[in-house]
């Protein structure tokens, strides 16, 4: 099985990386980019049967800084 | 009065950093990240500057999964004490050990100078040396050095007097300045500056060489 985890900045956390692709896209002439954010995406290759409980374990203790960032997770 | 310095892969201030306490007098011994425990009888234990891991994930995030972690983890619990430095700190806060989190520089630039810090507590061991207010100049080298926390830890912070450096002109967007922080018992100190690179007349200042110093003293006397 596989699963993505999505790891974001959360909210009201200043994303300084997503500010600079946001200028560059104005800079390039796209209108109306009104806020970007930037994550991350981490693929991850499991053996059948593994819970989501158990991802859910390897975000909050590797995969996402929960003082900063917030994930999320879809069994794909 | 005994040191540990933790290496890890990609570390590279873990020597300067043992240079400046070895001249300060503290007999520092290297203790490799896959080693399960400190030499015996460690008072200090320095978690260094550098790249550990490549900054692969999150800054400090693979070093604080390192076997070594959980016996600097059981060494503060203890009441041991602990520096952690650049990369330290964030390996620190990654570890939970210190609050908070180092994010991208706001001007998303790579610096390294030296700034002019503000002590904002004497009280501890590591700024004993100086007095709160003082203005010392110390050098950074980071990325990823934006403190940040949430309103109640930095209310906290603040309450406890354990806010140990701010930065006099703030070069990375730190949420009030905050370029240093202690633990809840004092003992455990991260921050992003380099003292270990203000150590030495060589370095062209020695406004670190204090921190040291008087670490020393305090280790010998406690």
């Given at each position: 099985?596989k699963?993505?985890?999505?790891v974001?900045l959360?909210?009201g956390?200043l994303?300084?990386?997503?500010?600079a692709?946001r200028?560059a896209?104005?800079?390039?002439?796209f209108?109306?980019?009104e806020?970007?954010?930037?994550?991350?995406?981490?693929?991850?290759?499991?053996?059948?049967?593994?819970?989501e409980?158990?991802?859910?374990?390897m975000c909050?203790?590797?995969?996402?800084n929960t003082?900063?960032?917030?994930?999320?997770?879809?069994?794909? | 009065?005994?040191?540990?310095?933790?290496?890890?892969?990609?570390?590279?201030?873990?020597?300067?950093?043992?240079?400046?306490?070895?001249a300060?007098g503290?007999?520092?011994?290297?203790?490799?990240?896959?080693?399960t425990?400190?030499?015996?009888?460690?008072?200090?234990?320095?978690?260094p500057?550098?790249?550990s891991y490549?900054?692969?994930l999150?800054?400090?995030?693979?070093?604080?999964?390192s076997?070594?972690?959980r016996?600097?983890h059981?060494h503060?619990?203890?009441?041991?004490?602990?520096?952690?430095?650049?990369?330290g700190?964030q390996?620190?806060?990654?570890?939970?050990m210190?609050?908070?989190a180092?994010?991208?520089?706001?001007?998303?630039?790579?610096?390294?100078?030296?700034?002019p810090l503000?002590?904002?507590?004497?009280?501890?061991?590591y700024?004993?040396?100086?007095?709160?207010?003082d203005?010392?100049n110390?050098p950074?080298?980071?990325?990823d050095?934006?403190?940040?926390?949430?309103?109640?830890?930095l209310?906290?912070?603040a309450?406890?007097?354990?806010?140990a450096?701010?930065?006099?002109?703030?070069p990375?967007?730190?949420?009030h300045?905050i370029?240093g922080?202690?633990s809840e018992?004092?003992?455990?100190?991260?921050?992003m500056?380099?003292p270990?690179?203000?150590?030495?007349?060589?370095?062209?200042?020695?406004?670190g060489r204090?921190?040291?110093?008087h670490?020393?003293?305090?280790?010998?006397?406690?």
């Amino acid at each position: 099985m596989k699963a993505r985890v999505h790891v974001m900045l959360k909210d009201g956390v200043l994303d300084p990386q997503g500010e600079a692709v946001r200028h560059a896209l104005g800079a390039m002439g796209f209108d109306g980019v009104e806020g970007v954010r930037q994550g991350k995406v981490i693929e991850l290759e499991l053996a059948d049967g593994t819970t989501e409980d158990r991802i859910g374990e390897m975000c909050e203790r590797l995969l996402a800084n929960t003082v900063i960032e917030s994930y999320r997770i879809e069994i794909v | 009065m005994k040191a540990a310095v933790i290496v890890f892969p990609g570390s590279n201030c873990d020597r300067d950093l043992a240079v400046a306490l070895r001249a300060a007098g503290i007999e520092t011994e290297m203790v490799w990240h896959k080693d399960t425990s400190l030499p015996e009888g460690t008072d200090l234990v320095g978690v260094p500057g550098g790249f550990s891991y490549g900054d692969y994930l999150r800054c400090g995030a693979i070093a604080a999964t390192s076997p070594v972690i959980r016996a600097v983890h059981d060494h503060a619990q203890r009441g041991g004490y602990v520096i952690g430095i650049c990369n330290g700190f964030q390996i620190l806060t990654e570890t939970g050990m210190l609050p908070g989190a180092l994010l991208r520089n706001a001007g998303l630039k790579y610096i390294c100078r030296t700034v002019p810090l503000r002590v904002a507590t004497a009280e501890s061991v590591y700024t004993t040396g100086y007095a709160a207010g003082d203005t010392i100049n110390i050098p950074i080298a980071h990325h990823d050095g934006n403190y940040i926390a949430d309103p109640d830890t930095l209310s906290r912070l603040a309450d406890e007097d354990r806010i140990a450096f701010t930065y006099a002109d703030n070069p990375n967007g730190s949420v009030h300045d905050i370029a240093g922080v202690l633990s809840e018992n004092r003992r455990v100190l991260g921050m992003m500056p380099h003292p270990e690179r203000a150590a030495d007349a060589a370095h062209g200042g020695t406004d670190g060489r204090r921190l040291f110093a008087h670490l020393a003293d305090a280790l010998e006397s406690a």
